[in-house]
């Protein structure tokens, strides 16, 4: 699970629905009896994007050379939110563990 923290000029809003997505993911693992370990964006972004730029759209051109027959774009060519960064996630997992 990516371990969040507040950046500098996210929003209130942002930062309260992004907080209680993180809690909510928390509480279904705990409930599950899931065990999971909590991984920093810059871990698996240092290894798995290491030189390419910080937009969303670049995560998703990664998981795209890494994971060719998964879609990561919209029909509109546009990056799909989150998907990129959870399979890079995914990935630095089984590669770690």
Same mark, same amino acid.
């Given at each position: 699970? $990516?371990?969040?923290? &507040?950046? !500098?000029?996210? #929003?209130?809003?942002?930062?309260? &629905?992004? /907080?209680? /997505?993180?809690?909510?993911?928390? #509480?279904?693992?705990?409930?599950? *009896?899931? !065990?999971?370990?909590?991984?920093? !964006?810059?871990?698996?972004?240092?290894?798995?994007?290491? /030189?390419?730029?910080? $937009?969303? &759209?670049? &995560?998703?051109?990664?998981?795209?050379?890494?994971? !060719? =027959?998964?879609?990561?774009?919209?029909? *509109?060519? #546009?990056?799909? =939110? #989150?998907?990129? =960064?959870?399979?890079?996630?995914? $990935?630095?997992?089984? *590669?770690?563990?």
């Amino acid at each position: 699970l $990516e371990k969040i923290h &507040s950046m !500098p000029g996210q #929003g209130v809003a942002a930062m309260f &629905s992004m /907080g209680e /997505g993180y809690g909510l993911w928390r #509480g279904i693992i705990a409930a599950l *009896r899931i !065990p999971y370990t909590l991984i920093t !964006p810059q871990s698996w972004k240092k290894e798995l994007m290491d /030189g390419m730029g910080k $937009e969303k &759209s670049a &995560s998703c051109y990664r998981a795209q050379q890494l994971f !060719p =027959d998964i879609e990561v774009f919209g029909p *509109r060519g #546009g990056a799909m =939110d #989150g998907r990129g =960064d959870a399979l890079l996630i995914a $990935e630095y997992a089984r *590669r770690h563990f």
